[in-house]
């Protein structure tokens, strides 16, 4: 089993920026990839980043350039710099991990509201 709990969504205005942090507990052993999701209303939840353990990271086209993926294996922490914020950016931000042990599991985070203002 893993927990996630985020945290650092706010209100900010467009052209701002925030810092999502995703906490981290349970049985880390077998992580392979973790990242950011979001999902705006009436829209399906969208992969925002990915990082796996070796670092190799992926990003959403509409992010690219502006958010940032990082992960401390010693805090246990996924973080999400999110720079240049438009008002399309709003969402509620979930974190995700997944592991593989004799299949695949994936947990989610509670999420974190991100609203941005013009």
């Known amino acids: 089993q893993v927990q996630l709990v985020e945290s650092g969504g706010d209100l900010v205005e467009a052209g701002g920026s925030l810092r999502l942090a995703c906490v981290m507990s349970?049985?880390?052993?077998?992580?392979?990839?973790m990242g950011w999701y979001r999902q705006a209303p009436g829209k399906q939840r969208e992969m925002v980043a990915l990082?796996?353990?070796?670092?190799?990271?992926n990003y959403a086209d509409s992010v690219k350039g502006r958010f940032i993926i990082s992960k401390d294996a010693d805090k246990r922490t996924i973080d999400l710099e999110m720079n240049g914020l438009k008002v399309e950016d709003t969402a509620v931000y979930y974190c995700?991990?997944?592991?593989?042990?004799?299949?695949?599991?994936?947990?989610w985070g509670q999420g974190t509201q991100v609203t941005v203002s013009s």
């Open positions: 990082i796996t353990q070796d670092d190799s990271v």
């Open positions: 995700m991990a997944t592991i593989f042990t004799t299949a695949w599991e994936t947990y």
């Open positions: 349970g049985n880390l052993n077998d992580l392979n990839t």
